[in-house]
């Protein structure tokens, strides 16, 4: 498998790896990965999200605020509660390929 490079612009821009290195820094939190992992199929409330993570609502509500301020979730009302959803696929993306390589490394594949 090749491996991804950076675009050659990318390389040297700081302001780049600042927002990178805050991006993972939010998906840092096993619960917040738990949340990214569940939004990749659709947009979920807070209840929803507490029953499908069995965590109860204050905790996943600060780890949506996290989300939502390093821009990895959006929040649309809906009513009178707000449904959140991905902001991009991207990330999905990123969780899924840390979540193969953590597996990968555990059962002793290079």
Same mark, same amino acid.
């Given at each position: 498998?090749?491996?991804?490079?950076?675009?050659?612009?990318?390389?040297?821009?700081?302001?780049?790896?600042?927002?990178?290195?805050?991006?993972?820094?939010?998906?840092?939190?096993?619960? #917040?990965?738990?949340?990214?992992?569940?939004?990749?199929?659709?947009?979920?409330?807070? &209840?929803?999200? @507490? $029953? =499908? *993570?069995?965590?109860?609502?204050?905790?996943?509500?600060?780890?949506?605020?996290?989300?939502?301020?390093?821009?990895?979730?959006?929040?649309?009302? #809906?009513?009178?509660?707000?449904?959140?959803?991905?902001?991009?696929?991207?990330?999905? &993306?990123?969780? @899924? $390929? =840390? *979540?193969?390589?953590?597996?990968?490394?555990?059962?002793?594949?290079?």
């Amino acid at each position: 498998m090749a491996t991804p490079t950076a675009p050659a612009e990318l390389v040297d821009d700081h302001a780049a790896h600042s927002a990178a290195g805050d991006l993972l820094r939010a998906l840092s939190a096993p619960a #917040r990965v738990a949340i990214v992992l569940s939004l990749q199929n659709g947009a979920m409330c807070v &209840h929803e999200l @507490v $029953d =499908a *993570l069995h965590l109860n609502q204050p905790q996943v509500s600060q780890h949506l605020s996290v989300l939502k301020r390093s821009g990895v979730v959006v929040g649309t009302r #809906r009513g009178r509660e707000i449904e959140y959803a991905l902001a991009d696929d991207h990330v999905a &993306h990123i969780v @899924v $390929d =840390a *979540l193969v390589h953590a597996t990968e490394r555990r059962e002793g594949k290079p």
